[in-house]
């Protein structure tokens, strides 16, 4: 079952910015859903979107398989969200914070010392909020939206601001709040390898346009798909020939030739091939793309 | 039950900021400032206070300032304060994620605005008794007031003043809602308090919303002829403005594109 699903959501904010072009989502319950997209390619937007932010235009949505509007009040009860920059009360502590949406969502009271506890900020006391680091903020933030113990936690760019040790709390947080109590979680993110080490599953939006969608394997197996062989020599026409009796060349234009990944003995093969031929091998490489080149790749096609 | 858990949750959020303290100050500025004179003319006291129409005498003068301009000003500020805890703070989207109704959260907001206006109106009655009685207490030649306090027609007063403020708070609290900027509404709540009281002699001031609580307190202290508007209740007039000015807010708010 599908905790969100958006069916064609399409959003303009003008008639000539369409900020999202039918973004069919799918959030499926108990993973942990990387929105990756660069700055400004729809993902806030569609998170927006998905909370009620901001009012629906076309296309449908759908969280825990009913349609969001018609039961608004109800599906947020089970709903915790951080939507961009830190959204607290700077002129109130952090107790103080959580104290204010507590009765809102009628969770019991020992419920703000233990969310307190987890996100490390137990021990601010009467310290206010405006007085807090950015990541302090950040963590208030997280702490709000895990008060209400929801079963589907959306996170927009949670570890902004956060210090590296920070980010790796946070994302330990995060997934044993997956698999020990089965959150399914929706974390948006411009940046892949601070996502991928948690994620399972990943959607990646580029001006509004959902370009992939899949689990973080499916990703990895098109990495593949990224890897191959460079070769450097003295005379890339004459080597074309020669290259082209062992394997296909992915590419073959002068100082670029590339071949798909190849046994260690065909590339020994050529490169014998090659010498015996009078062309000198200056470089052979075997290039690895990671899953950020990936991205990248992804978003330029 | 969700009304009153809203509304204890908006009420926790004014905790501390400047729209908790203006409450106060709003309450026991004129008491103070005529505790101040009192003390200055300490010489002419033993007269006032023997006076039979002491209370009255009071309660006219501490009004005078507080219905015409205390009290419009006060307003504007608090419905822009209330409103700039979820802009400045950058938590309407928080606020619009919570599983509240539009109409609940917007109801909780304009609850605290009228409760924070009735708790002025408490202090400013206190104040206003206290700055009577502390200077007999203090003064040996000042004699307790012998008159009576007119209990009733103070109570009577004060409601019908508190319905003539609730046009400010409606239009206050739409513009408010409206706009991020506190400027705007504060600006614009100026502008037309200050062209309502250069009108205030014009035959038709009644229709300008924000004069209603000057022209109740000029008629019941005298200073305007109790038939000046024979085909028109102020307070007929004050509870229609403000219905027309929450539905008016209550319909912009809900339909507000960006919750966010």
């Known amino acids: ?301 | 039950m969700n009304f009153i858990n809203s509304f204890s949750s908006e009420w926790l959020k004014k905790k501390r900021s400047l729209a908790s303290w203006l409450v106060v100050v709003g309450g026991f500025f004129t008491p103070c400032i005529i505790l101040l004179s009192r003390f200055k003319n300490a010489a002419k006291l033993p007269a006032l206070y023997a006076a039979p129409n002491f209370w009255l005498r009071q309660w006219n003068q501490s009004w005078e300032s507080m219905a015409a301009f205390l009290l419009p000003i006060g307003i504007i500020l608090a419905a822009g304060l209330v409103t700039q805890i979820e802009f400045k703070n950058n938590t309407w989207k928080q606020l619009h994620a919570t599983p509240q109704r539009f109409s609940t959260i917007f109801f909780a907001k304009l609850l605290v605005v009228l409760v924070m206006l009735a708790e002025t109106f408490v202090l400013f009655n206190v104040g206003m008794y206290l700055s009577g009685v502390i200077p007999s207490a203090l003064f040996g030649n000042v004699p307790y007031p012998t008159a009576a306090i007119p209990y009733r027609a103070f109570l009577s007063a004060n409601f019908n003043l508190y319905i003539d403020c609730l046009p400010i708070l409606a239009l206050q609290y739409l513009i408010s809602l409206q706009f991020r900027n506190f400027l705007v509404p504060v600006g614009v709540g100026f502008a037309i308090w200050f062209l309502g009281i250069g009108l205030l002699s014009w035959r038709y001031s009644f229709f300008l919303p924000y004069n209603l609580s000057t022209i109740d307190f000029f008629i019941s202290s005298g200073q305007f002829p109790r038939d000046r508007y024979p085909l028109i209740n102020i307070h007929h007039l004050a509870i229609v403005y403000t219905a027309v000015f929450t539905i008016a807010a209550y319909v912009l708010y809900v339909a507000k594109k960006d919750k966010g």
């Open chain 1, 1 to 301: 079952m599908n905790s969100i699903e958006t069916i064609n959501l399409t959003h303009r904010f003008s008639q000539s910015e369409t900020a999202l072009n039918s973004v069919n989502l799918q959030v499926q319950q108990n993973t942990i859903y990387g929105f990756l997209g660069p700055n400004g390619a729809g993902k806030t937007t569609t998170l927006k979107l998905i909370l009620g932010l901001l009012r629906k235009q076309q296309g449908e949505i759908l969280v825990f398989g009913k349609p969001f509007a018609e039961q608004r009040v109800q599906t947020l009860k089970n709903i915790g969200s951080m939507i961009e920059s830190p959204s607290i009360y700077g002129h109130l502590t952090a107790a103080e914070n959580l104290r204010i949406l507590q009765p809102v969502y009628g969770c019991p009271q020992k419920r703000i010392s233990e969310v307190l506890e987890l996100t490390g900020l137990a021990r601010t006391g009467s310290k206010k909020a405006n007085q807090f680091s950015l990541g302090m903020k950040q963590r208030l933030s997280i702490a709000i939206a895990l008060l209400p113990s929801p079963s589907l936690l959306i996170l927009d760019e949670p570890t902004n601001g956060l210090d590296p040790n920070g980010m790796i709390e946070i994302r330990e947080l995060l997934r044993d709040l997956n698999r020990n109590h089965g959150t399914t979680i929706l974390v948006s993110s411009h940046l892949l390898n601070e996502i991928e080490k948690f994620v399972t599953h990943i959607g990646i939006i580029h001006r509004g346009n959902l370009l992939f969608q899949g689990t973080l394997a499916n990703l990895i197996s098109k990495q593949q798909q990224y890897c191959f062989i460079a070769f450097e020599t003295s005379d890339d026409a004459g080597a074309v020939a020669i290259i082209n009796k062992f394997s296909t060349l992915l590419r073959a234009d002068s100082g670029n030739l590339a071949t798909p990944i190849l046994p260690k003995e065909k590339i020994a093969a050529i490169n014998q091939a090659l010498v015996q031929n009078g062309i000198d091998v200056y470089q052979i490489t075997r290039v690895e793309s990671d899953l950020e080149k990936i991205f990248f790749d992804v978003i330029s096609d």
